[in-house]
């Protein structure tokens, strides 16, 4: 048993990609094995654009690389119910420069819970849910204001470009957290009286986050 506080938390957005790679197959296995002209190396993070759903628009990091293929850690692709054979071929882009966000005064999520459908039959007199899918989750910045930092311009350029992009959240316990999604930025600050200034940012994830203990 353990508890935590978010405290230390450094939060950082990816701000330079590599050229994308082409994967050509990535296997059924408790760590998926992707099929790639390799130039990335352990603990390299990138993106996965794949044929797989549960796998598409995620970021993972590399656990053993070599010329050819690369594991990806924490991937389970066992099940072929979940993961097609054969289906899993895309892209990966290795994420070259994190940027970190500072002087973030709160960090929270909302979304990803469980949606159900109800159901009942006429001869019932009681109603029945099954599990569907889960809500849209984003992720919302507070930050204090300040033009000049470099996680503020980072997160203005990519609310501009619209483009997909990459957040970790390295824990201070150890570990990090990966979310990818799309970003919107409002640099009009907060004017309450007595308070810091403070601008808001969200970023819309399009895959579910990536969690790594160490």
Do not use: H
Request: glycine fraction near 8%; charged fraction near 15%; aromatic fraction near 8%.
């Amino acid at each position: 048993m353990a508890v935590s506080l978010p405290n230390g938390i450094v939060l950082a957005l990816a701000t330079a990609y590599a050229a994308n790679l082409t994967v050509t197959a990535a296997s059924n296995a408790s760590e998926a094995v992707l099929t790639v002209t390799n130039t990335l190396v352990a603990g390299d993070f990138f993106e996965f654009t794949s044929g797989w759903s549960r796998a598409n628009n995620r970021v993972f990091r590399v656990k053993s690389p070599s010329g050819t293929t690369i594991v990806v850690e924490g991937l389970d692709t066992t099940s072929t119910t979940a993961f097609p054979a054969g289906s899993g071929a895309g892209t990966i882009r290795k994420i070259n420069t994190w940027t970190q966000i500072t002087q973030i005064m709160g960090c929270t999520s909302s979304g990803g819970e469980p949606q159900y459908q109800t159901y009942s039959f006429l001869e019932q007199d009681f109603d029945s849910q099954i599990p569907t899918t889960t809500s849209a989750q984003s992720v919302a910045l507070e930050i204090a204001d300040d033009p000049a930092l470099a996680g503020y311009q980072a997160l203005k350029a990519v609310a501009q470009s619209r483009a997909t992009t990459a957040l970790r959240a390295t824990l201070p316990a150890g570990g990090f957290i990966l979310y990818n999604g799309i970003c919107a930025f409002d640099e009009t600050p907060s004017l309450s009286k007595g308070n810091l200034m403070a601008v808001k940012a969200g970023i819309a994830l399009q895959g579910r986050p990536v969690r790594y203990a160490t």
